[in-house]
């Protein structure tokens, strides 16, 4: 399939301009570089779990969304998924739906790294042919920016303040990516906005896979990350460039880098947004070094990774 | 006594809760009461507390069980879907007999519904909620006051009958501004001899809820019976503004009253003659005071932000020959008090032997 720019802006969009997302927001360009992945020949049922993306597109009695949509709580989007995919299985087997339909589910991270870990690992434990996508813009950004599982350390939200008492948050995020790999499923990627056409093409292969797929997508929220609207493709960039958001894939258990990134100084992402601007000052800048030290672990580890045969 | 400050309902109550000694919270953001952890994710460290948030409630509710299982006082605050994943954990501290508060800062229901200001989980708050034969303690403030003074009463209740304590609150409640006097009571936590705080030099001790022997869970639900009675005996809350030879007596609670007590002024300034009742402790109802009230009174209105759930524990405590109409707003609107007023003047005009119907504001 082409992952021409020529090509994909032909594809028919699925999430129709007018939503009520802010300007500027990731997740909506998440769902559309994604969803352009899809056949052509398929019908599509997404699921979509509480949170910022779910209420700006389904307000009553609108709806941005020009496929099917179930709207679950916020806990339960691959359980949900499950049940319709295993439904639909069972109605093909016994030859009463004819057409190709694929089953799509997108979940930011509190719903997804936090409350929905447990349905996501049923999910892709049993083997349901679906999509999990993670729109991560690492906080609870609909409920008012608070801290989640994916949180980058020493980031503020407005439950890791920083103060006397604290430099915002203190743990580390966790590898969501990996965690999904570990449940050995045919397809994992962790892509980028920025990356297009890595993105599609990821995408594509998603679709095209005959079991549980995961893709986990940077969806940088300038409310949330506190930094101007026009910016966000540039931030996403900088994440990637870092490493501290690094483009791979895990195909059959193959580890593979997706985009050659000269790998540059986490600092520089970081002072690109007020959610870290207070790492800058005094006692503080400690939590820099660690910083760039977690990335540089992190990224030697997956380079291992992806050099392995 | 402090100085008169402006406060937000969410604010006062987690000051409330540190006025109370209590220094570890858990929780997981929901609106219409996230500026609860975000106030107190601030406010904790400042007075050596804890602040966790949670992977989920059910992580919450579980972690407000460990805490509690070693003594502390803690809580965790949640509204409607957030409360509804709670009710596991519920049932097991109050099989377990731990005290714990619980705030629930409603929303509308049922399912994701909305963020405005709903009494949709009076049942749920009330009747348990979770399985098993249980009640949580349930106190519904009516104002930013309230939210305070009723969270450090809920603590203290809660320790003294080592039950789960419920705040009933709602969106109004928990985001609006008003004058509030911060007074905390002197601080007494009480001793806990059943707390797990380890077995050197004395008897291990076990907290469970789980009882297989012959007889011994039936014997656990009587013991849970006789607490409950108790508390129905002792701790009921309940304010009333009554008159001589009523027309009308109105009963509501929380934000809802606030409504239903400016209809009550509307009311009696036109010479209408208009009781009212409000139950503050929902569990335990205060069940004689409207037993003896509506002796007095032949007609009781009760208005509500649902669709008649206080309305059945206010029809089953009625003075037999006694009827009691509902004025119902669910789903997140708000009675105004000229359309109390209205169904005030209706009941007056409609003589004696009213229906027990259903009015929408």
Same mark, same amino acid.
């Given at each position: ?37 899809? &056949? #052509? #020949? ?66 930011? #991270? ?83 906005? /920025?990356?297009?056409?890595?993105? %599609? ?17 940077? /969806? ?14 540039? $931030? ?5 460039? /870092? ?21 540059? &100084? ?22 820099? #070094?660690?910083?760039?030290?977690? %990335? ?14 | ?30 609106? &219409? ?7 107190? /994710? ?59 508060? $619980? ?53 203290? =209740? ?30 007494? =936590? ?47 809350? %309940? ?8 027309? %009308? ?113």
């Amino acid at each position: 399939m082409s992952t021409k720019l020529t090509d994909l802006v032909q594809k028919p969009q699925f999430l129709s301009g007018g939503h009520r997302l802010c300007a500027g927001c990731g997740a909506s360009i998440v769902v559309r570089q994604i969803l352009m992945g899809a &056949p #052509d #020949d398929v019908k599509l049922v997404i699921a979509n779990p509480t949170g910022c993306l779910e209420v700006s597109t389904t307000i009553y009695p609108y709806t941005s969304w020009n496929t099917s949509y179930i709207h679950c709580a916020f806990e339960n989007a691959a359980s949900t998924l499950s049940g319709a995919e295993a439904a639909y299985q069972s109605l093909k087997e016994q030859g009463k739906i004819k057409e190709d339909f694929r089953f799509i589910a997108f979940g930011g #991270d509190g719903g997804t790294y936090d409350i929905g870990l447990q349905a996501l690992s049923g999910a892709l434990e049993r083997g349901h042919r679906l999509i999990y996508v993670c729109y991560n813009n690492e906080a609870y950004m609909n409920t008012g920016i608070q801290r989640s599982g994916a949180t980058i350390m020493g980031s503020w939200t407005t439950t890791s303040p920083y103060g006397r008492y604290s430099s915002g948050k203190k743990e580390n995020r966790k590898d969501l990516t990996a965690i999904a790999a570990a449940h050995n499923i045919p397809y994992v990627a962790q892509g980028s906005i /920025s990356h297009w056409r890595d993105l %599609v093409r990821k995408a594509q292969k998603a679709f095209a896979t005959d079991g549980p797929a995961f893709i986990n997508v940077l /969806s940088p929220c300038h409310r949330g990350w506190r930094y101007p609207m026009e910016k966000t493709i540039e $931030v996403a960039r900088m994440a990637v460039q /870092s490493c501290i958001w690094p483009l791979y894939e895990v195909e059959n258990g193959k580890w593979s880098l997706t985009a050659s990134v000269k790998k540059q &100084p986490v600092e520089e992402y970081l002072k690109s947004q007020g959610r870290f601007a207070h790492l800058f000052k005094g006692e503080n800048k400690k939590i820099l #070094d660690i910083i760039q030290e977690n %990335v540089d672990a992190e990224w030697d580890k997956l380079q291992k990774r992806c050099e392995q045969k | 006594m402090s100085e008169r400050q402006i406060l937000k309902g969410c604010v006062a109550l987690a000051e409330g809760a540190i006025a109370a000694g209590y220094r570890f919270y858990f929780g997981y953001p929901i609106t &219409p009461q996230n500026d609860i952890p975000e106030y107190l /994710s601030a406010r904790l460290p400042q007075v050596g507390g804890v602040f966790i948030q949670a992977e989920s409630e059910v992580a919450s509710i579980n972690m407000l069980l460990g805490a509690a299982a070693a003594g502390a006082r803690a809580m965790t605050s949640s509204s409607g879907p957030g409360i509804s994943l709670m009710q596991e954990g519920l049932s097991y501290m109050a099989g377990s007999e731990l005290p714990g508060l $619980v705030v629930n800062i409603t929303r509308i229901g049922p399912g994701l519904g909305g963020i405005a200001a709903s009494q949709g989980d009076y049942r749920q708050a009330t009747r348990g909620g979770g399985h098993g034969d249980y009640h949580l303690i349930v106190l519904a403030p009516n104002s930013v006051q309230e939210m305070y003074d009723l969270t450090i009463k809920a603590f203290y =209740l809660a320790d003294k009958y080592r039950n789960p304590a419920m705040i009933l609150a709602d969106a109004i409640l928990g985001q609006m501004k008003e004058p509030i006097f911060l007074n905390p009571p002197p601080l007494v =936590l009480p001793e806990k001899p059943w707390a797990l705080t380890g077995a050197r030099g004395k008897k291990a001790q076990l907290i469970k809820s789980l009882y297989l022997a012959d007889g011994e869970m039936e014997q656990h639900n009587w013991h849970l019976y006789e607490k409950y009675r108790r508390l129905e005996r002792e701790e009921v809350l %309940v304010e009333t503004d009554l008159q001589e030879k009523m027309d %009308v007596l109105l009963v509501s609670f929380g934000s809802c009253s606030r409504m239903v007590q400016s209809a009550l002024d509307l009311a009696r300034s036109r010479g209408i003659r208009v009781g009212f009742l409000r139950p503050i402790s929902l569990y335990p109802f205060p069940q004689q005071a409207v037993r003896e009230v509506s002796r007095e009174v032949g007609k009781v209105l009760v208005v509500e932000m649902n669709t008649g759930q206080m309305w059945d524990d206010v029809r089953l405590s009625l003075y037999p020959g006694c009827r009691a109409r509902l004025l119902a707003r669910p789903g997140g609107g708000i009675p105004a008090p000229g359309q109390i007023l209205a169904e005030i003047e209706n009941l007056v005009k409609a003589g004696d032997g009213i229906d027990e119907s259903v009015h929408q504001a």
